[in-house]
């Protein structure tokens, strides 16, 4: 099983969350990719996709993701897994709290990823954005409102991802 990271991040905090990721899995600097650089042929390197967006505007991909996500769709992905994670806010956008995830989870399940990494969400406020699919989150939600969290909740997801993964 070889694991890529791919993130976008306008402020850096998707881009940290990512380093501690890639820490807790084991994945050397190499396969982090920022995709404002990255092809998204670099993505057939991989067996598993761990792919990484902040949510901006109302519910929207960070915008380095939009003409990526679009090729990487199209690039053969079937037979590959996939997990998304990302930065938002609940505080300040309830009702769009880390849209992002699901944009690209629904995308890369549609070109014919396995989805893993979805969890029945404690300790948050927030459960009716789309982040929010059949009662779990799509993937790991880091929110700007409670940073207290992160660590813990990034240990829990990549502890979950890595069984999922074996
Ligand atoms: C103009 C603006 C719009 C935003 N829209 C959302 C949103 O719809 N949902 C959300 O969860 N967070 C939203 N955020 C919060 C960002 O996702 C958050 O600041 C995140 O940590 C940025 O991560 P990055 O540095 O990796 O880009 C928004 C922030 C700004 C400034």
Not at 34 to 61: F, N
Not at 110 to 116: I, K, L, S, T, W
Not at 139 to 149: F, N, P, Q, R, V
Request: some cysteine.
């Amino acid at each position: 099983m070889k694991a890529g990271i791919f993130y976008g991040s306008t402020t850096g905090n998707t881009a940290n969350i990512a380093e501690e990721i890639a820490k807790a899995m084991g994945i050397g600097a190499a396969d982090i990719h920022d995709v404002s650089k990255a092809s998204p042929d670099d993505a057939k390197a991989y067996d598993t996709l761990i792919l990484g967006s902040s949510t901006w505007g109302a519910g929207e991909l960070q915008d380095d993701w939009f003409n990526f996500l679009d090729a990487l769709s199209k690039s053969g992905l079937k037979g590959k897994k996939a997990a998304v994670f990302g930065c938002g806010d609940s505080s300040s956008f309830p009702d769009t709290f880390c849209d992002a995830l699901r944009i690209i989870s629904d995308a890369v399940s549609g070109a014919g990823c396995e989805m893993v990494g979805a969890y029945e969400p404690e300790g948050y406020d927030v459960t009716d954005s789309n982040v929010c699919k059949d009662g779990k989150f799509v993937g790991l939600a880091i929110d700007e409102a409670d940073t207290s969290k992160n660590a813990e909740r990034i240990e829990k997801w990549t502890s979950r991802l890595k069984s999922e993964l074996a």
